[in-house]
Structure formats: C-alpha cells, structure tokens
C-alpha cells in the first residue's frame, strides 16, 4: 500500500498549512512532514504569503488503470 514510499519523495517542498491542504486533499499525493520536530516556520514555497513547514510528497502510483471500451 504504502510501497511508493520506498522511493525518495517526488518533490519536496515548504507549504503553509493552506497549500498543504490542497496536496492532502488530492488522492494522487502522498504528504509527510518531512521533519515532524521541525518548529520554525518558513515562508511557503507555493504561495510565498505564508508561513509553514517543510513536505515531502510523493506522486502515488496509478495502479487503477480502466480498461478501454471495446466497441
Ligand atoms: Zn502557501
């Protein structure tokens, strides 16, 4: 289930809690603090107008694939 995370993070980045957001609602991202202990926040790397913490996202595998329609 969790196999994706045996490889290293798709991208890495600083996201306020607003930008995190919108990788943990999309079911294609896998997000991690990527340092739980981290406490100084930095300026988000998506947005540049808030403040957050460092993530590691990984891109989960599509392994649903649908079939094609046979006409
Ligand atoms: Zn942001």
Redesign the pocket.
């Known amino acids: 289930m969790t196999d994706f995370k045996k490889h290293p993070p798709y991208m890495e980045l600083c996201?306020?809690r607003?930008?995190a957001d919108v990788y943990f609602n999309d079911p294609a991202y896998w997000v991690e603090r990527s340092n739980p202990i981290q406490t100084v926040r930095e300026l988000?790397d998506?947005?540049s107008?808030?403040r957050?913490f460092d993530y590691s996202i990984w891109k989960k595998p599509s392994n649903v694939r649908l079939p094609k329609s046979h006409r």
Do not use: K
């Open positions: 996201l306020c607003r930008c988000c998506v947005c107008q808030y957050g």
